[in-house]
Each structure stands twice: as structure tokens, then as C-alpha cells.
């Protein structure tokens, strides 16, 4: 190879380069704009809702599930998907708008953290979500667990300041809860114990059931 071949080869290269490096700049502010449109999308969907018997408003709760998803490293899409993990079975939202708006993998990760009738009884409907998650994918477990962990980190807070009266807010009382919660954890366990953030859900199944 003459000097001049090798100085082409060296400059088709380092096209390349800079154009990989153009079309990774541009997927990661396409990312970084579904995280922005979930934000706004939800904030709308969730407009007036409340936590259970708490002045909070309700759209803290999915917004500190995008943080816990983010903080461990998930992409843009999973943390798009735990922005908008309610909004099918608690707003108005449709899956075809998700669809439409946000893309297949999002809306996948969304039905996931969805139950699907909840017309049945709490028991049957916590079952299918514990029985469900051999099948999920890992990115599909990450919304789940994250959902999970911060329901009981707010819950754990409020018996701190409410004392064990908090489990009134519930369908079902403290002991029915931990056997949900310990059951989510068991399910993971099983399949793949390496899930991010499954043992922090652990250590707070310990922290707030541990009198269970």
C-alpha cells in the first residue's frame, strides 16, 4: 500500500468515525426528547390526581420512577416507559396513543406494569402480576420493580410519620401487602436474581414488613 493509499484509508476512516459520532449525537437527543414528551403527556393524563389520601400530587409518583430507572443506568425508552407506567390503567390515555406518540418498545414496557382487568378481584390481579413476570424481559422487570420500590419507600415514610394507620388507605391490610411485595420479589429471584434495583426492593419488603 503506496503513502497516498494509506492516507485515503485513514480519511475514509475518520469519516466514518465522525459520522457514527453525528448519528449517536442525534439518537441520543431523539431520546432525550420522548423523556420530554412522557413528561408533558403525563403530567396532563395525571392533572388533578392524588397519592392514596395524601395531598401529594400523583404525578410525583411516576417522575421518581423515571429517576430510580435512570440512576441505574436503563435508556431513554425504559425511562420514558416508567414516566408513563399508569397512565393506561389510571387516565384516560389509550395504547393507541402511546403507540403512536412514543413507539412499540414503550408502549410494551407500559403494558407490563399495567394490570390488565381491574374489574377482578385484588388477589386474582396480584397473582397475574407475580405469575406474569417469568416471561418479562429485563427491561420490562425494571419498570416493574422501580413502580414497587417506590410505593413502599413512600410508604415506609408515611408510617414514619403516621404510624401502622396508613395501611388503611389500602384494598388490603399489611399482611395481604407483604405477601404481594415478598412475592415480587420471590418471582424475581427465581428468574433472574441480577435484575437492577431487586435487591433495594428487598431491603424494603425487610424495612416495612418485617412484623408482618
Known amino acids: 500500500m503506496t503513502s497516498v493509499d494509506k492516507v485515503s484509508v485513514n480519511t475514509a476512516i475518520r469519516l466514518l468515525l465522525d459520522k457514527r459520532a453525528i448519528l449517536w449525537e442525534e439518537r441520543c437527543e431523539e431520546m432525550e426528547g420522548i423523556i420530554d414528551q412522557a413528561i408533558q403527556f403525563a403530567a396532563v393524563k395525571h392533572a388533578g390526581q392524588m397519592r392514596k389520601s395524601t395531598a401529594v400530587p400523583y404525578i410525583s409518583h411516576p417522575f421518581a420512577v423515571a429517576m430510580l430507572l435512570q440512576e441505574a443506568g436503563h435508556g431513554a425508552e425504559?425511562?420514558?416507559a416508567g414516566i408513563l407506567h399508569d397512565t393506561l390503567e389510571?387516565?384516560?390515555a389509550t395504547a393507541e396513543e402511546i403507540l403512536t406518540l412514543?413507539?412499540?418498545?414503550v408502549l410494551k414496557l407500559v403494558e407490563a406494569a399495567s394490570e390488565p382487568d381491574k374489574s377482578l378481584p385484588w388477589e386474582d390481579r396480584k397473582r397475574h402480576t407475580m405469575s406474569s413476570l417469568a416471561q418479562r424481559s429485563d427491561d420490562e422487570l425494571a419498570v416493574i420493580i422501580a413502580d414497587k420500590l417506590h410505593n413502599l419507600r413512600s410508604i415506609r415514610l408515611d408510617i414514619d410519620r403516621h404510624g401502622e394507620k396508613v395501611w388503611s388507605r389500602?384494598?388490603?391490610g399489611k399482611e395481604q401487602q407483604a405477601w404481594y411485595y415478598q412475592g415480587i420479589v420471590n418471582a424475581v429471584w427465581e428468574r433472574n436474581g441480577q435484575v437492577p434495583l431487586i435487591a433495594?426492593?428487598?431491603k424494603e419488603v425487610d424495612l416495612v414488613f418485617s412484623n408482618a
Open 170 to 172: 389500602f384494598n388490603r
Open 102 to 105: 412514543f413507539g412499540a418498545v
Open 200 to 202: 433495594d426492593l428487598q
Open 78 to 80: 425504559v425511562v420514558a
Open 90 to 92: 389510571d387516565t384516560s
